[in-house]
T-cell receptor, first 111, second 111 residues
Framework: NAGVTQTPKFRVLKTGQSMTLLCAQD?????MYWYRQDPGMGLRLIHY???????AKGEVPDGYNVSRLKKQNFLLGLESAAPSQTSVYFC??????????FGEGSRLTVL | DAKTTQPTSMDCAEGRAANLPCNHS???????VYWYRQIHSQGPQYIIH???NNETNEMASLIITEDRKSSTLILPHATLRDTAVYYC????????????FGAGTRLFVKA
């Protein structure tokens, strides 16, 4: 099992460009999350999903969109990237109870 | 989900027990206490969780006060590899819902 896989792992964007981060999990988990982590800071919840076809806002949702068309995938989109979105993005999933499983992170730089 | 309060940083000597406190005074009756750690820039890793009884596994022990308003994570014999950021969170166990991380405690284990 691969667990939680994030792609890409690194990306550099120019201000105003768009991109999509993909999170894939092979554990048949219902719940998936996107977090961002700025240098020296904790994780902040962007959006989450409690099942296929559902999404909900977290603590810092502005500037991001998400989709959960398939149970195993959770996509995070930036329509018009800004330097303030330079961060490390983590995806996580859980069956509902117990532990969260995290990906290795996607490092995004917006110039 | 209830919020938690943790010290920003702590030091511990190698081989000694590391005791990491967490305050969660607004915890609800159906919320569990979870602990995760993040080494360098990796994705956070689950350590342990509990409801009201003390818990122990191969990594750590979790002590929850009788009123459940605070808890302590104990690493019995800290090693240099335990240097990491430790996050205490509270969430319901059945159903993912919002899972909010705070800033965590940065533990430095010194030789």
């Amino acid at each position: 099992n691969a667990g939680v896989t994030q792609t890409p792992k690194f990306r550099v964007l120019k201000t105003g460009q768009s991109m999509t981060l993909l999170c894939a999990q092979d554990m048949n988990h219902e719940y998936m999350y996107w977090y961002r982590q700025d240098p020296g800071m904790g994780l902040r919840l962007i959006h989450y999903s409690v099942g296929e076809g559902t999404t909900a806002k977290g603590e810092v949702p502005d500037g991001y969109n998400v989709s959960r068309l398939k149970k195993q995938n959770f996509l995070l989109g930036l329509e018009s990237a800004a330097p303030s979105q330079t961060s490390v993005y983590f995806c996580a999933s859980t069956a509902g109870g117990g532990e969260l499983f995290f990906g290795e992170g996607s490092r995004l730089t917006v110039l | 989900d209830a919020k938690t309060t943790q010290p920003t940083s702590m030091d511990c000597a190698e081989g000694r027990a590391a005791n990491l406190p967490c305050n969660h005074s607004t915890i609800s009756g159906n919320e569990y206490v979870y602990w995760y750690r993040q080494i360098h820039s990796q994705g956070p890793q689950y350590i342990i969780h509990g409801l009201k009884n003390n818990e122990t596994n191969e990594m750590a022990s979790l002590i929850i006060t009788e009123d459940r308003k605070s808890s302590t994570l104990i690493l019995p014999h800290a090693t240099l590899r335990d240097t990491a950021v430790y996050y205490c969170i509270v969430r319901v166990a059945s159903g993912g819902f919002k899972t909010i991380f705070g800033a965590g405690t940065r533990l430095f284990v010194k030789a």
